[in-house]
């Protein structure tokens, strides 16, 4: 056990305790899931930007399991190539149809690996519509003027 001490105004914890608390597979799979649905209403609104983002953040968490969880990190990467390549592809192709087929094999691809992890009584679903606090709609159609904001040189940045 490491003796490397880390001091917060609350009191001192070891290197050890950090690493014990760092988040497991079902904190991770919360914001796979949410962010997975994102991707999904993202790319329906055809702000393809915005759901290519969000499947970043499902890869992000992917890459923080595989650190808390190395025992994963096989199946994890097979579904990485296997079903959310393919959806990348669909987003980069801006083609919605292509997305839909390649979000759908994606579904099944979570059950197939929440089977094979011993959770079979989990499946992902799809919401029939999302609350989002982001703007779904295509970037072109929202400006940053029309609420009193500064438009950035290439109209995409923040105000
Ligand atoms: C985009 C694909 C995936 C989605 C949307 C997804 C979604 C989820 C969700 C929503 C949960 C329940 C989390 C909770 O509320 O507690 C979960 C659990 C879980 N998922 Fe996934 N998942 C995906 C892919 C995978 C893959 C590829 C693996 C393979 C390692 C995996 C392994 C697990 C495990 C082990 C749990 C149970 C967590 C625990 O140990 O308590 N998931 N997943």
Redesign the pocket.
């Known amino acids: 056990m490491s003796e490397v001490k880390a001091k917060t105004p609350h009191g001192e914890v070891t290197i050890d305790q950090l690493a014990e608390i760092q988040p497991?597979?079902?904190?991770i799979?919360?914001e796979?899931?949410e962010r997975?649905a994102d991707t999904y209403f993202a790319a329906k609104g055809r702000n393809w930007k915005l759901a290519a983002y969000h499947l970043n953040q499902?890869r992000t968490a992917f890459k923080v399991?595989k650190v808390t969880r190395p025992k994963?990190t096989e199946?994890?990467n097979a579904?990485d190539s296997e079903?959310?390549l393919p959806i990348f592809k669909a987003i980069q192709a801006t083609d919605w149809s292509a997305f839909e087929d390649a979000f759908a094999k994606?579904?099944a691809?979570?059950d197939f690996?929440?089977d094979?992890?011993?959770?079979p009584y989990?499946r992902?679903v799809l919401p029939k519509e999302r609350v989002s606090l982001l703007e779904l709609g295509p970037p072109e159609k929202f400006t940053r003027r029309e609420r009193g904001g500064k438009e950035t040189p290439s109209g995409e940045g923040t105000q």
């Open positions: 497991g597979m079902a904190k799979m919360k796979v899931g997975f499902v399991a994963f199946d994890l579904f079903y959310l994606g579904m691809g979570s690996y929440h094979k992890t011993g959770h989990i992902f």
